[in-house]
Nanobody, 123 residues
Framework: QVQLVESGGGLVQAGGSLRLSCAAS????????MGWFRQAPGKEREFVAV????????SYADSVKGRFTISRDNSKKMVYLQMDSLKPDDTAVYYC????????????????WGQGTQVTVSS
């Protein structure tokens, strides 16, 4: 069994930055793609960013491209999301997730989810 625990959310003004962290524990996630989804109030959950296990591939939603950066440290079983130039539209609960491939991840075919961390961006 795998547990994913997010941290780093909070309240920030527009233009500010936050860094989300996701700690994995339990069974190995070797080979798994990991990344982030988000869900804003009244909206469906949407893909944000994904990174391959080898760290050789990353992909971002168009809405965050150029502002968010995903990274991971496999030795620490950690995944990070650096969020810069935040906008009120980025307000959402952010979820860490894992899937067996980056394509499956972006299709929403994930195997594991965290509980989420709230990000609120004020205007």
């Amino acid at each position: 069994q795998v547990q994913l625990v997010e941290s780093g959310g909070g309240l920030v003004q527009a233009g500010g930055s936050l860094r989300l962290s996701c700690a994995a524990s339990g069974s190995t996630l070797r080979g798994y793609a990991m990344g982030w989804f988000r869900q804003a109030p009244g909206k469906e959950r949407e893909f944000v960013a994904v990174i391959s296990y080898s760290v050789g591939f990353t992909s971002y939603a168009d809405s965050v491209k150029g502002r968010f950066t995903i990274s991971r440290d496999n030795s620490k079983k950690m995944v990070y999301l650096q969020m810069d130039s935040l906008k009120p539209d980025d307000t959402a609960v952010y979820y860490c997730a894992a899937a067996q491939s980056t394509s499956q991840f972006m299709s929403g075919m994930t195997d594991y989810w965290g509980q989420g961390t709230q990000v609120t961006v004020s205007s």
